[in-house]
């Protein structure tokens, strides 16, 4: 499998493709944000798609495109490398903002709270 098969929409909800997205996120999503929650205005955004799509109560569907957002944020492979500054990391902004325009309703308070908890934990890191 290929990083574009990972990321692929159409193939977000394939059972095999959703479980390699979910170690993805899993192994990469906490490094990642620990190394960039500072430099990225969309990090608690980011952080409650985390949250949600590990809750039992989000729907399986609304998981696998979360899992695919999120794995896309991870993978260091994506259209705009994340080592150029100022732009880096706009494609992985653009596709979160599109999640939570299209799947927001499952990003619960909770999740946003957890979220705000876990960006004061890692600015006290």
Same mark, same amino acid.
């Given at each position: 499998?290929? *990083?574009? !098969? ?24 906490? *490094? ?29 569907? /609304? %998981? ?27 494609? !992985? ?11 927001? /309703? ?5 999740? %946003?709270?957890?979220?705000?908890? /876990? ?7």
């Amino acid at each position: 499998m290929t *990083p574009e !098969d990972a990321l692929d929409p159409s193939r977000a909800l394939v059972p095999s493709i959703q479980q390699v997205n979910e170690v993805r996120v899993q192994r990469g999503f906490w *490094p990642k944000i620990r190394r960039t929650a500072a430099r990225i205005p969309f990090a608690r955004q980011a952080i409650s798609v985390w949250y949600s799509a590990r809750d039992p109560e989000t729907p399986t569907a /609304a %998981k696998g495109i979360m899992l695919g957002a999120l794995a896309y944020f991870v993978l260091p492979i994506d259209a705009i490398p994340d080592i150029f500054a100022g732009i880096g990391f706009t494609d !992985d902004a653009a596709v979160i903002t599109a999640l939570i325009a299209t799947l927001g /309703a499952n990003i619960k308070r909770r999740h %946003k709270d957890q979220a705000d908890a /876990a960006l004061e934990r890692l600015r006290q890191d």
